[in-house]
């Protein structure tokens, strides 16, 4: 076997005849004088700049092979991503630096104490009240799918020139992206279909947020048989419940495909401007967007408050792929990984920005 087939990562002259991970190590030491990840990262691979990682500093591939993988992962960049879309779009997240070495994020809800409070001289005594902290805990979870690309496969596109099949990246891509909407919109699952729990803690989506408001809906009047009067008034008692909560918008109402369809139905044919109810729906004040997320089941909607004390998505690594080699060098495995969390929340007096709607 020659070392070419064997050690792909490069072909300085100086390093022939030596292991590629070793090579990266010794020149880690000579340039900076101490092995670590970030030394190593120096001398080793270019990573993929459109997407900043630390994970790719020993990738297997040559850096123009490793490149067309990379360009296949942006190019598929957030489809099938609706809800989450949405968060990001909306500027709606909170990033970890380092998230390979968090396993849980901690934060507190508080409640509102006390109140203003008018007097004729400013050294008034106050309060000195403090607020009611409770500890909320999500578990920092990887959404993965993996492929694998064969030496013979690899060396025969080289060969002739052909460029390699990125298929089986864009696929794998999607599929994490829709595993993270699903996670967003129905809570994260284990493979059978249970809720995931870390440490007695798990990682609710919108649906079955702690505290959600509920609402009854007339399926035929929302799906089979649109009734736009029907539509409008349960939706108006949907934002009802938010707003007794002090939760005003802005709101965005997320729907299923039978649902999407049934609202392109006419609200007021008979008038010399017609509607559709969509369009009429979105007349409510605070309501700024009405969104089809075929994750979304065919039974259930949910009117969402757009704000960060409701719902945020934590980010600490967008789809990317992390390649390695088997021990024989005959197998280049490839994981795309990305830690993409949906976070909802509520405050300690069980406030939720959000509404869910039945189809019964």
Not at 164 to 185: F, G, H, M, P, Y
Not at 206 to 217: D, F, K, R, V, W
Not at 272 to 291: C, D, S
Not at 342 to 348: H, K, L, N, Q, Y
């Amino acid at each position: 076997m020659s070392k070419e087939l064997r050690f792909m990562t490069g072909n300085d002259p100086s390093w022939q005849g030596a292991n590629p991970l070793q090579a990266v190590i010794m020149r880690a030491l000579q340039e900076s004088g101490g092995w670590s990840v970030k030394s190593m990262r120096k001398p080793g691979f270019k990573m993929l700049e459109a997407v900043e990682n630390e994970f790719r500093t020993l990738a297997p591939l040559t850096e123009k092979a490793q490149v067309v993988i990379d360009r296949a992962v942006v190019e598929v960049g957030q489809q099938r991503l609706t809800f989450v879309k949405d968060l990001m779009d909306a500027g709606l997240t909170y990033n970890l630096t380092d998230p390979l070495s968090v396993s849980q994020l901690e934060w507190y809800s508080s409640d509102k104490v006390g109140a203003a409070k008018r007097t004729m001289s400013p050294s008034a005594r106050g309060e000195r009240k403090m607020p009611t902290l409770t500890p909320n805990r999500l578990p920092i979870y990887l959404t993965t799918d993996d492929f694998s690309i064969d030496i013979r496969t690899l060396k025969q596109s080289q060969r002739v020139g052909m460029p390699i099949d990125t298929t089986l990246v864009q696929q794998c891509t999607r599929s994490v992206n829709e595993a993270i909407e699903d996670a967003a919109i129905n809570g994260a699952t284990t493979l059978d279909g249970q809720d995931l729990y870390v440490a007695g803690y798990k990682a609710p989506g919108i649906l079955n947020a702690p505290n959600a408001e509920t609402q009854a809906l007339t399926t035929a009047a929302w799906t089979t048989v649109p009734v736009g009067s029907t539509v409008y008034t349960e939706a108006m008692l949907m934002v009802a419940k938010l707003q007794a909560h002090n939760k005003y918008g802005p709101y965005r109402l997320y729907v299923p495909t039978n649902v999407g369809n049934g609202l392109g139905a006419d609200y007021n044919s008979a008038t010399p401007n017609p509607l559709t109810i969509r369009q009429r729906l979105l007349q409510i004040e605070g309501l700024e967007a009405i969104r089809v997320a075929d994750k979304m089941p065919t039974n259930r909607v949910a009117l969402v408050q757009m704000t960060s004390d409701v719902v945020d998505v934590v980010v600490g690594q967008q789809p990317t792929v992390i390649p390695w080699t088997s021990l024989d060098g005959f197998m280049i495995y490839n994981l795309v990984m990305a830690i993409v969390i949906p976070r909802v929340r509520s405050d300690s007096n069980s406030d939720s920005g959000i509404c869910i709607g039945t189809l019964a």
